[in-house]
């Protein structure tokens, strides 16, 4: 099923004293050829001098559409439902529905095809463009959701990468914390065998270089006293043989 675009000038009836027919028709026929440029010359020409400028506006808003200008053709579109006829009115909705859907609003568009309707129920056309915009808003819709899963995922798998490499960066502490550990085990090691460090013995007393035992009170009276009776043995050596002279054996004869 096709969009429709529906973009007709209006040639609306003016009074005798009137004048803006004129520069209207000269604007449709412009507008026609494909000259919108000059076609919204001759519409704003008519505007200025109109009683009733609704009906130039919905040509003036069809000439800025075809120039893609959107905003300024949905600002006359509005106007032209406001104070149109209910013929303008339906066509003016049908025609701002166009520019919405153009824009990819088309949850506004939708709004305005059932505007159109309301003032034309009869009108085919509005009815397949709106199926055409709900359409739209459904796919929308599902485009959507799947970038917000694909929004989630990416989120989900940014999170998995920074808890792995938090992991990994811990783990990698860790194994940094044991190998110095286990390097500073041996060099404490290899530093006694240097040194010539020898097993402690804790069977036997260690003396310590340049260290001197002190003696009891006890200890050191014994050691007088032997001392003493060592000197009173010497000297009684000595004075025995001091005193004692050759025994002269006398010859028996």
Do not use: C
């Amino acid at each position: 099923m096709s969009f429709i675009w529906i973009f007709l000038p209006l040639l609306m009836g003016f009074g005798p004293l009137e004048s803006p027919k004129g520069f209207v028709e000269e604007g449709n026929a412009l507008f026609i050829e494909g000259k919108y440029d000059e076609a919204k010359e001759k519409y704003e020409a008519a505007a200025k001098i109109a009683k009733d400028d609704a009906p130039i506006k919905y040509n003036r808003a069809n000439t800025l559409f075809k120039q893609g200008d959107l905003e300024g053709a949905l600002k006359d579109y509005r106007e032209g439902a406001a104070f149109g006829d209910e013929a303008l009115k339906a066509k003016s909705f049908y025609n701002m529905g166009n520019a919405l859907f153009a824009g990819q609003k088309f949850n506004e568009a939708a709004a305005a095809f059932k505007e159109a309707l309301k003032h034309d129920p009869s009108d085919n056309d509005a009815k397949i463009n709106l199926e055409m915009a709900l359409k739209k808003m459904e796919e929308q819709k599902e485009q959507q959701k799947q970038k917000n899963k694909d929004e989630n995922k990416e989120d989900g798998e940014k999170q998995d990468q920074e808890q792995q490499q938090d992991q990994e960066q811990k783990q990698e502490g860790q194994d940094n914390k044991e190998d110095r550990a286990d390097n500073g085990e041996d060099e404490k090691t290899d530093d006694r065998k240097e040194e010539g460090e020898k097993p402690k013995d804790d069977s036997a007393p260690q003396m310590k270089e340049g260290e001197k035992k002190e003696m009891s009170k006890e200890e050191a009276e014994r050691v007088l006293e032997n001392l003493g009776d060592q000197n009173m043995d010497l000297q009684n050596m000595a004075d025995m043989l001091k005193s004692s002279k050759p025994t002269q054996v006398e010859k028996d004869w």
